[in-house]
T-cell receptor
Framework: EPEVTQTPSHQVTQMGQEVILRCVPI?????FYWYRQILGQKVEFLVS????????KSEIFDDQFSVERPDGSNFTLKIRSTKLEDSAMYFC???????????FGPGTRLTVL | AQSVTQLGSHVSVSEGALVLLRCNYS??????LFWYVQYPNQGLQLLLK??????LVKGINGFEAEFKKSETSFHLTKPSAHMSDAAEYFC????????????FGSGTQLTVLP
């Protein structure tokens, strides 16, 4: 069964460093998403991506964040200068159509020291 | 704007007992509603969804939920809890944006007692 994959499973970085979180969505899907879950809190929407551009973004998704689909298979989230409060689990999701199930990856746990 | 409220951050039931996890939502558009389950150190897995049509929806692992528009609720139930049901459960509603991103509740941790 096709699944969304994410790498790495755990990333540790120093405050101020850049990190790139990688996702491979399911191959025939068209909509891609990043969500995050700070420890003990709810899952929060960051950004959605369709047709090679951002379609929606939340207030959390400020200028330090960017997304890219560099090669037609990978979908990346870049955090330019990490802060302590960026420590969270980051989930990638994809769906073939809106209003149907979003398929989630296993997540990347980001720890900023 | 969309929002989801899950009553009870922790619910404990005995094995074999009824599971009831509560979810209320608000939505500016006709809602599409979802329940996801998260096992420790894993991602989110869809249990069931309501989009249109029948208001009682059945999902995996014996779970079901009923969409009640008048009560703005989408409670999750299972007649008989199993130890393997212990997990965190998230209710979510799709947004009004073009990509219909999900707004999640704060989650309910279900513990099943032997």
């Amino acid at each position: 069964e096709p699944e969304v994959t994410q790498t790495p499973s755990h990333q540790v970085t120093q405050m101020g460093q850049e990190v790139i979180l990688r996702c491979v969505p399911i191959s025939n899907h068209l909509y891609f998403y990043w969500y995050r879950q700070i420890l003990g809190q709810k899952v929060e929407f960051l950004v959605s991506f369709y047709n090679n551009e951002i379609s929606e973004k939340s207030e959390i998704f400020d200028d330090q964040f960017s997304v890219e689909r560099p090669d037609g298979s990978n979908f990346t989230l870049k955090i330019r200068s990490t802060k302590l409060e960026d420590s969270a689990m980051y989930f990638c999701a994809s769906t073939p159509l809106v209003n149907v199930e979003q398929f989630f990856g296993p997540g990347t746990r980001l720890t900023v020291l | 704007a969309q929002s989801v409220t899950q009553l009870g951050s922790h619910v404990s039931v005995s094995e074999g007992a009824l599971v009831l996890l509560r979810c209320n939502y608000s939505s500016s558009v006709p809602p599409y509603l979802f329940w996801y389950v998260q096992y420790p150190n894993q991602g989110l897995q869809l249990l069931l969804k309501y989009t249109t049509g029948a208001t009682l929806v059945k999902g995996i692992n014996g779970f079901e939920a009923e969409f009640k528009k008048s009560e703005t609720s989408f409670h999750l139930t299972k007649p008989s809890a199993h130890m393997s049901d212990a997990a965190e459960y998230f209710c979510a509603v799709s947004g009004s944006g073009s990509a219909r991103q999900l707004t999640f509740g704060s989650g309910t941790q279900l513990t099943v007692l032997p």
